[in-house]
């Protein structure tokens, strides 16, 4: 892969849950199997579209994306969009779920000089470590299937181009209500006017998680001698 050295989009993508995957050896391998397949495929397959290049790192349990040609920041946005709707929706089908931050800035690529038995890339920048960050951000984590764009030194053009729907893909990124620092890719979805539901729907899953374990709780435990303790 050549060199890189510029200003562009990284978007860190995360296997969700991998953690708790590699308690199991076999299913973990197979997933992996499938992430850097299915990232590989998609990668070189959008080279023969009319699309700017994006270049892809996968190692571990996550990859990362970043737009190498010099044209428009929305042009490079849209591709980078594309591939990761695309990568998103093939490993859905194989019940992998995948968390996704993109952030904007300076960033750099570097083959280093390979000895035997030793591989050298160097990879930094601002946005690369941006990205990072937001996916690992404990103040405001990330949920499954979320690909969230950091807002912080974003383009303008890029923030004009997502409110006036320029494009079929920019049409679904919003914004949630309490969350004033990212915006929101739907790769999930075809339409804009599906995103309410799609999110009264998210988080009532994400609510019956807490209600399932309340439940469970309540279910071994002798509410009504607590109660009657309490009282």
Same mark, same amino acid.
């Given at each position: 892969?050549? #060199?890189?050295?510029?200003?562009?989009?990284?978007?860190?993508?995360?296997?969700?849950?991998?953690?708790?995957?590699?308690?199991?050896?076999?299913?973990?391998?197979? +997933?992996?199997?499938?992430?850097?397949?299915?990232?590989?495929?998609?990668?070189?397959? !959008?080279?023969?579209?009319?699309?700017?290049?994006?270049?892809?790192?996968?190692?571990?349990?996550?990859? +990362?994306?970043?737009? @190498?040609?010099?044209?428009?920041?929305?042009?490079?946005?849209?591709?980078?969009?594309?591939?990761?709707?695309?990568?998103?929706?093939?490993?859905?089908?194989?019940?992998?779920?995948?968390?996704?931050?993109?952030? %904007?800035?300076?960033?750099?690529?570097?083959?280093?000089?390979?000895?035997? @038995?030793?591989?050298?890339?160097?990879?930094?920048?601002?946005?690369?470590?941006?990205?990072?960050?937001?996916?690992?951000?404990? /103040?405001?984590?990330?949920?499954?299937?979320?690909?969230?764009?950091?807002?912080? /030194?974003?383009?303008?053009?890029?923030?004009?181009? +997502?409110?006036?729907?320029?494009?079929?893909?920019?049409? *679904?990124?919003?914004?949630? !209500?309490? #969350?004033?620092?990212?915006? %929101? %890719?739907?790769? *999930?979805?075809?339409?804009?006017?599906? +995103?309410?539901?799609?999110?009264?729907?998210?988080? #009532?899953?994400?609510?019956?998680?807490?209600?399932?374990?309340? /439940?469970?709780?309540?279910?071994?435990? #002798?509410?009504?001698?607590?109660?009657?303790?309490?009282?």
């Amino acid at each position: 892969m050549e #060199d890189f050295n510029g200003d562009t989009f990284v978007a860190f993508i995360d296997i969700s849950g991998f953690k708790e995957l590699m308690r199991k050896r076999q299913k973990a391998e197979d +997933i992996l199997d499938k992430f850097y397949t299915t990232g590989y495929d998609v990668v070189d397959q !959008q080279q023969n579209e009319n699309y700017p290049k994006v270049d892809g790192i996968f190692i571990s349990d996550c990859g +990362i994306l970043f737009v @190498r040609q010099t044209i428009s920041e929305e042009k490079k946005f849209e591709a980078l969009l594309k591939i990761i709707k695309e990568i998103n929706r093939k490993m859905l089908v194989e019940d992998v779920v995948l968390t996704t931050s993109i952030a %904007y800035g300076y960033f750099c690529y570097e083959d280093r000089i390979e000895f035997q @038995r030793i591989k050298k890339n160097l990879i930094y920048g601002a946005a690369y470590v941006t990205a990072y960050l937001d996916s690992d951000d404990g /103040n405001s984590k990330i949920q499954p299937g979320q690909c969230r764009i950091v807002k912080r /030194n974003l383009p303008n053009e890029i923030k004009t181009a +997502i409110g006036n729907h320029n494009s079929c893909i920019l049409k *679904m990124v919003g914004i949630l !209500q309490k #969350d004033n620092e990212h915006y %929101y %890719y739907y790769w *999930m979805l075809e339409d804009p006017s599906e +995103i309410e539901e799609f999110e009264r729907k998210y988080y #009532d899953a994400c609510n019956s998680k807490y209600l399932a374990i309340l /439940n469970t709780l309540k279910g071994n435990a #002798d509410t009504r001698r607590m109660a009657s303790n309490n009282s």
